[in-house]
């Protein structure tokens, strides 16, 4: 799978809009671009996925660049509960198969009250 | 609540000991995966079954040996383990094939601690 870079750790206030960058230079035209997040003492869990246009879902937003080789995970209104580790993991889909994720070490979403 | 569940939560065994970890999923997921999270390191994928068939093992050492009876069940069978096996054990399912495709759905871990 190809290589994703994230900053280490980002802050952000409450109730603020928060972005989240990811670069992913060497991406595949086969490779969807996801996004998991992993709250304090629990496994992560699914935040959102897309291929080339910008998806929105009930907990984010996810821009992707045209030429794909970047993308950002837009948080509308940060709350506490949205502290967590943020990772961004390139996954080919040809639909043969199972395939596991791989994880880098993310971002540390830090949220200020 | 994910739909994936895991027991123990919390294990603490023996380097002589032989317990399992036991995943279940009841969300018609037809693929299942083991994840080892130690402290300071990013997830690990360690094995990856697809119909019941494993399909991936990452060079995992003999002492990890898992078992998918069914395609709701998983297990990981441990044995003579050692101090730097402990770990966060995160199982993790989801459902794949043809044009299927549903994100991954993990449970909430077993905290494993050698002694």
């Known amino acids: 799978d190809a290589k994703t870079t994230q900053p280490n750790s980002m802050e952000s206030n409450e109730e603020e809009p928060v972005h989240l960058p990811c670069n992913h230079s060497t991406i595949s035209g086969t490779d969807y671009i996801h996004w998991y997040r992993q709250l304090p003492s629990q496994g992560p869990e699914y935040v959102i996925h897309?291929?080339?246009s910008n998806v929105n879902n009930r907990m984010a937003s996810l821009a992707i660049a045209e030429d794909r080789k970047s993308s950002t995970l837009i948080l509308h209104r940060a709350t506490l509960r949205d502290a967590a580790v943020y990772y961004c993991i390139l996954m080919s889909w040809s639909g043969g198969g199972a395939d596991g994720l791989t994880f880098g070490k993310g971002t540390h979403l830090i949220i200020q009250p | 609540e994910t739909g994936v569940t895991q027991t123990p939560r919390h294990l603490v065994m023996g380097m002589t000991n032989k317990k399992s970890l036991k995943c279940e999923q009841h969300?018609?997921?037809?693929?299942m995966y083991w994840y080892k999270q130690s402290a300071k390191k990013p997830l690990e994928l360690m094995f990856v079954?697809?119909?019941?068939?494993?399909?991936e093992n990452n060079s995992v050492p003999s002492r990890f040996s898992p078992e998918c009876p069914n395609s709701s069940h998983l297990f990981l069978h441990l044995h003579t383990l050692q101090p730097e096996d402990s770990a966060l054990y995160l199982c993790?399912?989801?459902?794949?094939?043809?044009?299927?495709?549903?994100?991954?759905?993990f449970g909430q871990g077993t905290r494993l601690t050698v002694v």
């Open positions: 993790a399912s989801s459902l794949s094939g043809g044009q299927s495709y549903t994100e991954a759905f």
């Open positions: 969300l018609g997921h037809n693929a």
């Open positions: 897309g291929l080339t």
């Open positions: 079954y697809n119909f019941k068939e494993q399909t």
